[in-house]
């Protein structure tokens, strides 16, 4: 400890800042941070597995899962993004989106819609393709970070929408009990859509007419649809009924590979992406693994209050283990949890996965600086419509539904039990 604060949240927080300050090299300083964090806690605080490098070796045995299915979605929405804009729909966009700001605003609308079903990365990258087209290539840093907000707060009451809602899903929580999410999530979009919609179209008008003579790419759009259709079947079946599967292997990237692959041979991915794409998919794992080190064992008592706060924390952790110990707590409001970690991401854009993948794409947008200098908007969205959804519904917290688990008895009568039980003998 270092006046009452934990040592690795200092040296995260060195890390953090160094990528603020030093943006135009993130994953140099991402990765120094990991090994100087790895090597601090293998040698002084050891890990839950255990101490030393064998804990440490333990520690990411236990990760890996998540971080190669970032890694596969990352890389995956990559192609899937690329083939999206050579559909050429986006460059029919225009035809159909008003001519002022209006548009500007109605994309992020779409971008909202589309995460409610499909993973937020994916919505997120669609969103950016569809604004590099519409504006000319020039698209605004505050607009950007209106694009992941749209993609967070749209995906926030949706159980297939977010990787942490889906995480609540599974551990027993109710999808209707989330979709009051979209109280706030709605109320934030109008408060950071509109002016950010404004400024986008002052930076770089919106195209007005869509260019004669398109031919949309019907296969690629049927390649688009069929990787989307199966990242989301495995999402909703694997997740659901194989999960102890998903737990040991990464599914949801396993799935959206073999989707590109199977349709390769209809239409060719642009594996020319892939290397660009790496270096910022490596960086956001760097980040990730940082935070799955640090000593967040202990929530507050769950709270609206404490919610409020996780939603900035979130900004900085990955929300990923913040949801799972908040799961573990038990006693919240899902649908006000749901927001406060899945749009407080946007606030900062290395904060989701939605805003890697969108820096990846747009690469002036790794600056923390100009991205709370042009976005600050969606801090304020966030306050707003977390302050929205409390007048309106109110802190109402739900149990989780109880896993059980059959057991036989000798006399061979078959009972449930609850699955956190020790094994019958």
């Known amino acids: 400890m270092l006046a009452g604060v934990p040592i690795e949240f200092i040296l995260f927080a060195c890390t953090l800042a160094g990528v603020a300050v030093f943006h135009h090299h993130t994953l140099r300083v991402a990765l120094a941070g990991l090994i100087v964090i790895a090597t601090y806690k293998a040698l002084f605080t050891g890990f839950h597995a255990g101490t030393g490098w064998f804990g440490l070796g333990q520690h990411f045995l236990h990760e890996w899962v998540l971080l190669a299915n970032l890694l596969g979605l990352l890389l995956g929405f990559a192609l899937l993004s690329k083939h999206f804009e050579e559909t050429r729909i986006p460059a029919e966009l225009p035809r159909f989106l008003p001519d002022d700001w209006k548009g500007a605003f109605f994309l992020l609308v779409i971008v909202f819609v589309l995460s409610a079903f499909l993973d937020n990365i994916a919505a997120a990258l669609i969103g950016g393709t569809m604004a590099a087209v519409v504006f000319r290539g020039k698209v605004h840093i505050g607009y950007l970070a209106a694009i992941v907000a749209a993609?967070?707060?749209?995906?926030?009451?949706?159980?297939?929408?977010?990787?942490?809602?889906?995480?609540?899903?599974?551990?027993?929580?109710?999808?209707?009990?989330?979709?009051?999410?979209?109280?706030?999530?709605?109320?934030?979009?109008?408060?950071?859509?509109?002016?950010?919609?404004?400024?986008?179209?002052?930076?770089?008008?919106?195209?007005?007419?869509?260019?004669?003579?398109?031919?949309?790419?019907?296969?690629?759009?049927?390649?688009?649809?069929?990787?989307?259709?199966?990242?989301?079947?495995?999402?909703?079946?694997?997740?659901?009924?194989?999960?102890?599967?998903?737990?040991?292997?990464?599914m949801l990237g396993l799935a959206v590979w073999a989707a590109i692959?199977?349709?390769?041979?209809?239409r060719r991915p642009d594996w020319s992406l892939?290397?660009?794409?790496?270096?910022?998919?490596?960086?956001?794992?760097?980040?990730?693994?940082?935070?799955?080190?640090?000593?967040?064992?202990?929530?507050?008592?769950?709270s609206w209050q404490s919610a409020f706060a996780l939603g900035f924390v979130s900004a900085v952790f990955d929300n990923i283990p913040l949801t799972g110990l908040a799961l573990k707590q038990g006693g919240y409001d899902w649908g006000m949890l749901a927001y406060a970690v899945g749009f407080g991401g946007s606030m900062l854009w290395f904060g989701s996965s939605a805003g890697v993948a969108i820096a990846n794409l747009f690469p002036q947008a790794r600056s923390v600086t100009l991205w709370l200098r042009h976005g600050w908007w969606v801090v304020v969205a966030y306050v707003v419509g977390f302050m929205v959804l409390y007048a309106c519904w109110g802190w109402t917290p739900t149990e989780k539904r109880v896993k059980v688990r059959l057991v036989t008895t000798p006399a061979g009568v078959a009972l449930a039990e609850p699955a956190h039980c020790r094994p019958a003998a």
């Open 151 to 250: 993609s967070n707060g749209g995906g926030s009451g949706s159980v297939v929408g977010d990787t942490t809602t889906t995480m609540m899903w599974i551990d027993g929580v109710s999808p209707i009990e989330v979709l009051h999410a979209y109280i706030a999530a709605g109320s934030a979009l109008l408060i950071f859509g509109i002016p950010l919609a404004r400024i986008q179209q002052a930076y770089s008008p919106i195209t007005k007419d869509a260019s004669t003579g398109i031919a949309i790419d019907w296969p690629r759009v049927g390649v688009v649809v069929f990787i989307l259709f199966a990242a989301v079947l495995t999402n909703i079946v694997l997740n659901l009924r194989f999960a102890t599967l998903a737990d040991q292997l990464p």
């Open 274 to 302: 892939l290397p660009d794409a790496s270096k910022g998919a490596v960086f956001l794992l760097a980040l990730v693994a940082c935070a799955s080190m640090m000593p967040v064992e202990q929530l507050p008592a769950a």
């Open 261 to 266: 692959v199977i349709t390769a041979p209809l």
